[in-house]
């Protein structure tokens, strides 16, 4: 059965110049993603796995080509509405966590529904329940400082999650963690993929987390290669 495609990219280009040179960060990419899928963008350093997932979520422009997400292209989108999507359909985990250091778990997951406008009342609720969704409902109170690493994703997972997107974009989540770590984080966000139908694109250039994904995609060059 083939599922609804979630995204669509057709003959994606993101070049960037330094000086008089050119580089071909992505060099003509065209795939889709189903809804439901996670799937894995493996590829060695600077094979373009950062910048297409950055296009993805509407962090940056491309060059030349398009992306559909669900049926509406993101070039359509001014800046206003490019900001919107942001918040509403896309939920970002970094390597690092980026999480605030003054703030409490509770806090940071609160952030973006404070930016979504979401009712003050509905919150804290919401929050509670996605740290306790990611393991951590004994945590609520702690700032980074005082969380391990694994955890410290655990964090940025339900930070991710906050206003329910559609789409989960992780740039290389297990990256500052040991493996054991990462191997936890990666069944966190397996489970979330089956149990709860997130679809979740992440970059990564180790091969055990495919392990875990249901489709991998492989960069080479800007390229993607079979
Ligand atoms: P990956 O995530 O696979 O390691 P990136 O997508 O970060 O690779 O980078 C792909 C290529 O594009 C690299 O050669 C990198 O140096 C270059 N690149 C990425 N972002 C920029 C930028 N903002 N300015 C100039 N070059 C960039
Ligand atoms: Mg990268």
């Known amino acids: 059965m083939e599922t609804k495609a979630l995204i669509r990219i057709e003959d994606l280009h993101r070049h960037?110049?330094?000086?008089?040179?050119?580089?071909?960060?992505?060099?003509?990419?065209?795939?889709?993603?189903?809804?439901?899928?996670?799937?894995?963008?493996?590829?060695p350093s600077g094979s373009g796995k950062s910048t297409l997932l950055y296009l993805l979520g509407g962090l940056d422009r491309p060059t030349a080509?398009?992306?559909?997400?669900?049926?509406?292209?993101?070039?359509?989108?001014?800046?206003?509405?490019?900001?919107?999507?942001?918040?509403r359909d896309?939920?970002?985990?970094?390597?690092?966590?980026?999480?605030?250091?003054?703030?409490?778990?509770?806090?940071?997951?609160?952030?973006?529904?404070?930016?979504?406008q979401?009712?003050?009342?509905?919150?804290?609720?919401?929050?509670?329940d996605l740290l306790a969704l990611v393991g951590l409902a004994e945590r609520l109170e702690h700032r980074p400082t005082e969380l391990s690493g694994g955890q410290q994703q655990r964090?940025?997972?339900?930070?991710?999650l906050a206003n329910n997107p559609r789409?989960?974009?992780a740039d290389e989540p297990t990256g500052n963690l040991d493996s054991r770590t990462g191997d936890e984080i990666m069944q966190l966000l397996a489970r979330l993929n089956r149990d709860e139908g997130r679809t979740i694109v992440?970059?990564?250039?180790?091969p055990s987390v495919t392990n875990y994904t249901t489709r991998a995609l492989h960069l080479r060059d800007g390229k993607l290669v079979a």
């Open 65 to 87: 080509g398009t992306i559909w997400v669900d049926g509406e292209a993101l070039s359509a989108l001014n800046e206003n509405a490019l900001a919107v999507f942001r918040q």
């Open 202 to 206: 992440i970059v990564s250039h180790d």
């Open 118 to 128: 979401v009712p003050p009342s509905r919150r804290r609720g919401r929050a509670r």
């Open 155 to 160: 964090v940025a997972i339900a930070r991710a």
């Open 167 to 169: 789409l989960i974009l």
């Open 16 to 43: 960037f110049s330094i000086g008089d040179q050119t580089v071909r960060a992505l060099d003509g990419v065209s795939t889709s993603i189903g809804m439901g899928e996670f799937v894995a963008m493996m590829g």
């Open 90 to 116: 896309v939920g970002f985990v970094f390597q690092s966590f980026h999480l605030i250091p003054t703030m409490t778990a509770l806090q940071n997951v609160m952030l973006p529904m404070v930016f979504a």
